[in-house]
């Protein structure tokens, strides 16, 4: 009677088990998929940009990095910082030492010190070793001035959104009208004052307003006209860059790993037939 103890407990359990499960799957209204949700139905995968990085051979493009820089600064500065990157790392995208000292030391927003006399916080021009300062010095500050949200650092975003390199020029160009179609099927989820509606954000409703609004928005020094499109791209790809400034030289290891492979297998089997070709089984 022992023996069967367990196995009657047991039994009882799966008994109960399966009563539970078909007792729910034969409720009304039970579905195995889940109701659909505003963002399931209504948002977006990025859209696709030619960039020169794509693909194992691929390589940055310095005048569209500089281009790209030139929106961020004028921009996208205005709310987000790039705290990662120094200015004297703007040298790899082709500016000369005398261009990256000028940039730095206009930047809008000054390095933050301590005065040398009284000890006070005060501020200083900023110097091409120095990280690009901080937007705002703070999160509460940020969310005063953001309808009560911080914007992102975007020195990693394309990193820290999966597709980044196509999320950002599609989410600053994929402000759109509400859809007649989600105000039908979700009306709570009409965006309020202080948001905007862009199906290229995760949650639908964004309180960034849309920062290229229009074309023409900075004048490219190198002539390029600067549409929507130009410019959403050109800052896609310095973004790339702040956040994978060695992507070409992982290309290049890759790809000197492949011809290694390759020889080192051509060798091994070169050996093989060598050693065990007469060999017989």
Same mark, same amino acid.
Request: net charge neutral; aromatic share 12%; with cysteine.
């Given at each position: %009677?022992?023996?069967?103890?367990?196995?009657?407990?047991?039994?009882?359990?799966?008994m109960?088990?399966?009563?539970a499960?078909?007792a729910?799957v034969?409720?009304?209204?039970?579905?195995?998929?889940?109701?659909? !949700?505003? &963002?399931?139905?209504?948002?977006?995968?990025?859209?696709h940009?030619?960039?020169?990085?794509?693909?194992p051979f691929?390589?940055?493009? =310095?005048?569209?990095?500089?281009?790209?820089?030139? &929106?961020?600064?004028? &921009?996208?500065?205005?709310?987000?910082?790039?705290?990662?990157?120094?200015?004297?790392?703007?040298?790899?995208?082709?500016?000369?030492e005398?261009?990256?000292?000028?940039?730095?030391?206009?930047?809008?927003?000054k390095?933050p010190?301590?005065?040398?006399?009284?000890?006070?916080? !005060?501020?200083?021009?900023n110097?091409?070793?120095d990280?690009?300062?901080?937007?705002y010095?703070?999160?509460?500050?940020a969310?005063?001035?953001?309808?009560?949200a911080?914007?992102?650092?975007l020195?990693l975003?394309?990193?820290?959104?999966?597709?980044?390199?196509?999320?950002?020029?599609?989410?600053?160009?994929?402000?759109?009208?509400?859809?007649?179609?989600q /105000?039908?099927?979700?009306?709570?989820?009409r965006?309020?004052?202080?948001?905007?509606?862009?199906?290229?954000?995760?949650?639908?409703n964004?309180? %960034?307003?849309?920062?290229?609004?229009?074309?023409?928005?900075?004048?490219?020094k190198?002539?390029?006209?600067?549409?929507?499109?130009? %410019?959403?791209?050109?800052v896609? /790809?310095?973004?790339?860059? /702040?956040?994978?400034?060695?992507?070409?030289?992982?290309? =290049?290891?890759?790809i000197?790993?492949?011809?290694?492979?390759?020889?080192f297998?051509?060798?091994?089997? %070169?050996?093989?037939?060598?050693?065990?070709?007469d060999?017989? =089984?």
């Amino acid at each position: %009677m022992r023996t069967l103890a367990p196995l009657v407990v047991g039994a009882g359990f799966i008994m109960a088990l399966l009563f539970a499960i078909f007792a729910s799957v034969f409720t009304p209204g039970f579905s195995l998929t889940p109701d659909p !949700t505003a &963002v399931s139905l209504f948002h977006k995968a990025p859209r696709h940009f030619e960039y020169s990085f794509e693909g194992p051979f691929g390589k940055y493009d =310095h005048q569209q990095l500089q281009r790209g820089f030139q &929106v961020y600064k004028e &921009v996208c500065s205005n709310c987000h910082s790039l705290k990662l990157v120094t200015f004297a790392d703007l040298k790899q995208i082709g500016y000369n030492e005398a261009e990256v000292k000028a940039i730095a030391k206009g930047w809008q927003i000054k390095q933050p010190t301590i005065s040398n006399k009284d000890g006070s916080p !005060t501020t200083r021009d900023n110097i091409p070793s120095d990280n690009f300062p901080l937007r705002y010095a703070n999160d509460t500050e940020a969310r005063s001035q953001n309808n009560g949200a911080v914007p992102p650092d975007l020195s990693l975003i394309t990193k820290a959104r999966e597709d980044g390199s196509n999320y950002v020029p599609s989410l600053v160009t994929g402000y759109t009208d509400f859809p007649a179609a989600q /105000a039908a099927q979700f009306p709570d989820t009409r965006p309020d004052n202080n948001h905007y509606y862009n199906p290229y954000f995760s949650a639908l409703n964004i309180a %960034m307003p849309p920062p290229l609004k229009v074309d023409g928005l900075v004048s490219y020094k190198d002539g390029t006209v600067a549409t929507r499109e130009q %410019m959403a791209t050109d800052v896609g /790809a310095f973004l790339t860059w /702040a956040a994978e400034p060695k992507l070409e030289q992982r290309h =290049h290891v890759g790809i000197a790993s492949v011809i290694y492979l390759f020889i080192f297998a051509v060798l091994a089997y %070169m050996s093989y037939r060598t050693i065990w070709g007469d060999k017989k =089984h």
